[in-house]
């Protein structure tokens, strides 16, 4: 069974900062593409970013130069580290990977159970 468990959401200031984190686990034959979603009350999911196999990243115009993704192959492990971080960054966060767990031929999406980040004044 794989498993996305994403960690380090809370309540934070502007201009403040936070990590979050996102821990892939179970029997991958292949892990791709890992990226970082967002859902504010009311609007759609959008993508905040994303980071291939090889490294390449991929951001929303709304965070680039604020937000920074990254990941740890060897750990299934990726990271979101968001600075100066603003009222409308508001959301449940969402960890998404494009992968291929033990057994299966086709790539699909798999989603985490997202974690919340509130900034408030």
């Known amino acids: 069974q794989v498993q996305l468990v994403e960690s380090g959401g809370g309540l934070v200031q502007p201009g403040e900062s936070l990590r979050l984190a996102c821990a892939v686990s179970?029997?991958?034959?292949?892990?791709?593409?890992m990226g970082w979603y967002r859902q504010a009350p009311g609007k759609q999911r959008e993508l905040v970013a994303t980071?291939?196999?090889?490294?390449?990243?991929n951001y929303a115009d709304s965070v680039k130069a604020r937000f920074t993704i990254s990941r740890v192959t060897a750990k299934n492990t990726v990271y979101l580290q968001m600075s100066s971080l603003k009222l409308e960054d508001t959301a449940v966060y969402y960890c998404k990977v494009v992968g291929m767990p033990m057994g299966t031929l086709i790539p699909k999406d798999y989603w985490g159970q997202g974690t919340q980040v509130t900034v408030s004044s």
């Open positions: 980071i291939s196999w090889g490294g390449s990243t």
């Open positions: 179970g029997s991958w034959a292949r892990i791709g593409a």
